[in-house]
């Protein structure tokens, strides 16, 4: 009988909300950190939890996800019409993968390799390499030659963050 309350206890007491994912799987076009394009807020913040920034100078409602309060690595999530339309990766967190193995760190080679057809955006002091495949893009962020943040998009998004 002490077993079985404690157990619901512990249950009880758990965290309703998943903590910010530290490393992850990219699906190309798909989702990011387990989370799929075409979410609402609600369902974000159920994933990664609740505490983020909001950007006051981005042309779409945009959310940073930081490891570490006021340092900029982490996560970010675009908003339009009330759901996610991009997910991206920011200041080049380690950990993070596509699904064909690009991993942040790589030289700029590798994205080129494994995805044949992409689209070179030049965004000021970086480039974005864009995978499209129908309405949906994956973005491969590229700072002096290396991979330095991964993200998935609608294609209405454009690519610089």
């Known amino acids: 009988m002490r077993f079985t309350t404690l157990a619901v206890l512990a249950l009880l007491v758990?965290?309703?909300?998943?903590?910010?994912?530290?490393?992850?799987?990219?699906?190309?076009?798909?989702?990011?950190?387990?989370?799929e394009l075409g979410v609402s807020p609600q369902a974000l913040t159920t994933k990664w939890?609740?505490?983020?920034g909001i950007c006051r100078s981005c042309r779409f409602d945009t959310w940073?996800?930081?490891?570490v309060?006021?340092?900029?690595?982490?996560?970010?999530?675009?908003?339009?019409?009330?759901?996610?339309v991009a997910l991206f990766t920011h200041w080049s967190p380690t950990g993070w993968h596509t699904a064909r193995g690009v991993r942040t760190g790589d030289p700029e080679r590798r994205v080129t390799e494994l995805y044949p057809?992409?689209?070179?955006?030049?965004?000021?002091?970086?480039?974005?390499?864009?995978?499209?495949?129908?309405?949906?893009?994956?973005?491969?962020?590229?700072y002096d030659g290396k991979v330095w943040g991964l993200g998935i998009s609608r294609a209405s998004v454009p690519p610089c963050r």
């Open 14 to 35: 758990a965290p309703s909300a998943q903590a910010l994912p530290l490393r992850g799987l990219v699906v190309e076009g798909r989702s990011l950190g387990g989370v």
């Open 49 to 52: 939890g609740r505490a983020h």
């Open 64 to 67: 940073y996800f930081n490891y």
């Open 69 to 84: 309060r006021f340092q900029p690595q982490g996560l970010g999530a675009v908003f339009s019409g009330g759901r996610v």
């Open 117 to 142: 057809r992409l689209t070179r955006h030049s965004c000021g002091k970086y480039d974005v390499l864009v995978h499209a495949r129908g309405a949906k893009r994956t973005q491969f962020y590229v």
